[in-house]
C-alpha cells in the first residue's frame, strides 16, 4: 500500500520561500499523478498542485500560479513542491496526495476524490 510522507514545512517570512517533499514508500510513485492541497483553519482544502506521472503536465490552483512550482524525480520516488514569494494566505497545513489530475473544461477541478493515498501534512506558516 502506497504511503507518503511529506517534509519542509516551517516558518517563514513573507516574500520567502519554502520546498516542500513527499516521499512515497510501497508502491511505485509514477504510477500515480501527485498533487498537494493545503489547508487553513477555518477554511476549505484547497488544491495548490498536480502534476502527471510522467511530469508531462502541470495544474496550478489560481491562487498560487506564477508563485509555486511542482516537480518530481521517480527515480526517487518523491514528489515536490517549491513555494516562492510566500504570502500570509498561503499560511495551512499542506497534504500531497496521489492519484489522478482529472480536468474539466481543460481546467484541473482539485476533488480530493479523485486521490486515494494521502500523507499526514506539514505546517507552513509565513508571518513577520
Known amino acids: 500500500q502506497l504511503q507518503l510522507v511529506e517534509s519542509g514545512g516551517g516558518l517563514v517570512q513573507p516574500g520567502g520561500s519554502l520546498r516542500l517533499s513527499c516521499v512515497a514508500s510501497g508502491s511505485r510513485l509514477s504510477d500515480y499523478a501527485v498533487a498537494w492541497f493545503r489547508q487553513a483553519p477555518g477554511k476549505e482544502r484547497e488544491g495548490v498542485s498536480c502534476?502527471?506521472?510522467?511530469?508531462?503536465?502541470?495544474s496550478y490552483g489560481n491562487s498560487v500560479a506564477g508563485r509555486f512550482t511542482t516537480f518530481r524525480d521517480n527515480a526517487e520516488n518523491t514528489g515536490y513542491l517549491q513555494m516562492n514569494i510566500l504570502k500570509p494566505e498561503d499560511t495551512g497545513v499542506y497534504y500531497c496526495?496521489?492519484?489522478?489530475?482529472?480536468?474539466?473544461?481543460?481546467?484541473?477541478?482539485?476533488?480530493?476524490?479523485?486521490?486515494?493515498?494521502w500523507g499526514q501534512g506539514t505546517q507552513v506558516n509565513v508571518s513577520s
Open positions: 502534476i502527471s506521472p510522467l511530469g508531462g503536465s502541470l
Open positions: 496526495a496521489t492519484g489522478t489530475c482529472v480536468r474539466h473544461d481543460g481546467t484541473w477541478r482539485a476533488a480530493a476524490d479523485d486521490f486515494g493515498s
